[in-house]
């Protein structure tokens, strides 16, 4: 049973790290698909978006245009107030039945807040974590608290682990993406600077076409 990976973000725009992550959930987990879900509300971020759902969509269906097993799904946006992963992981374990194996893939930054989402105990539960390091942030065992440090252990498993069991599993994935942040993107922008060579080129075409994060603007 080869995993359907989730990639959960605000993909405020979406950058080649982004990018980076998807193409490892196939080369290194070889989920059958992936799908993307940009949040509506990501209360984690203690702010709504930037741009609108509808721009950050646009942007990811040109990133992942050439890809036929990526979707971008947009079932977050359309829900009404904070963005939970709980209720997008319940839902999703309903459309594809108990026994089909789904990985969240996650970067070590969040990953190392996540005793702090709604009902985290419960997300082991629904999906497995596959947990990428990031540049500014790789994943300790020290992060979080002990709860989270405990439960966190006893889970690490190996990559093949997601392919004989539904849920439950933390693996950690080999791979470095560039060490780009949406963060970043906005920041170059505002200071009039190019983000070629951060994301795709028909993105930094979208994102000049229709004026996205001029410090003017908010779309
Ligand atoms: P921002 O800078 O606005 O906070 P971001 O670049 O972290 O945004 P998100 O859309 O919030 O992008 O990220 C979605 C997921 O991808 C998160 O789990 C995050 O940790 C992970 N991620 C984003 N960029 C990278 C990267 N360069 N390397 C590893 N993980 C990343």
């Given at each position: 049973?080869?995993p359907?990976?989730?990639?959960?973000?605000t993909?405020?725009?979406?950058?080649?790290?982004?990018?980076?992550?998807?193409?490892?959930?196939?080369?290194?987990?070889?989920?059958?698909k992936l799908?993307?879900?940009?949040?509506?509300?990501p209360?984690?971020?203690?702010r709504?978006p930037f741009?609108?759902?509808?721009h950050?969509?646009?942007?990811?269906k040109?990133?992942?245009?050439?890809?036929?097993?990526i979707?971008?799904?947009?079932?977050?946006?359309?829900?009404?107030?904070?963005?939970y992963?709980f209720?997008?992981?319940?839902e999703l374990r309903?459309?594809?039945?108990k026994?089909?194996?789904?990985?969240?893939?996650?970067?070590?930054?969040?990953?190392?807040?996540?005793?702090t989402?709604h009902?985290?105990?419960?997300?082991?539960?629904?999906?497995h974590f596959?947990?990428?390091?990031?540049p500014?942030?790789?994943?300790?065992?020290?992060?979080g608290?002990?709860?989270f440090r405990?439960?966190?252990?006893?889970?690490?498993?190996?990559?093949?682990?997601?392919?004989?069991?539904?849920?439950?599993?933390?693996?950690?994935?080999?791979?470095?993406?560039?060490?780009?942040s949406?963060?970043?993107?906005?920041d170059?922008?505002?200071?009039?600077d190019?983000?070629?060579?951060?994301t795709p080129d028909a993105?930094?075409?979208?994102?000049?076409?229709?004026?996205?994060?001029?410090?003017?603007?908010?779309?």
């Amino acid at each position: 049973m080869n995993p359907i990976a989730l990639f959960g973000g605000t993909f405020d725009p979406v950058h080649y790290g982004h990018l980076g992550m998807a193409r490892s959930a196939f080369t290194q987990l070889e989920v059958q698909k992936l799908l993307v879900l940009p949040a509506s509300n990501p209360y984690q971020k203690g702010r709504l978006p930037f741009a609108s759902g509808h721009h950050r969509v646009a942007m990811l269906k040109l990133a992942f245009k050439d890809d036929p097993d990526i979707e971008i799904d947009e079932r977050e946006l359309h829900r009404q107030g904070a963005t939970y992963t709980f209720d997008t992981l319940r839902e999703l374990r309903a459309l594809y039945g108990k026994t089909a194996s789904l990985v969240w893939l996650i970067g070590a930054d969040a990953f190392a807040r996540l005793d702090t989402w709604h009902r985290w105990d419960e997300l082991f539960g629904l999906a497995h974590f596959a947990v990428i390091d990031r540049p500014s942030h790789r994943l300790q065992i020290q992060d979080g608290s002990a709860a989270f440090r405990s439960e966190v252990d006893a889970r690490i498993t190996s990559l093949i682990d997601t392919h004989s069991r539904p849920c439950g599993g933390v693996v950690i994935l080999g791979m470095a993406p560039p060490p780009i942040s949406s963060t970043d993107m906005r920041d170059s922008i505002a200071r009039g600077d190019s983000v070629r060579g951060m994301t795709p080129d028909a993105v930094c075409d979208y994102i000049e076409q229709h004026k996205l994060y001029r410090p003017e603007e908010k779309a």
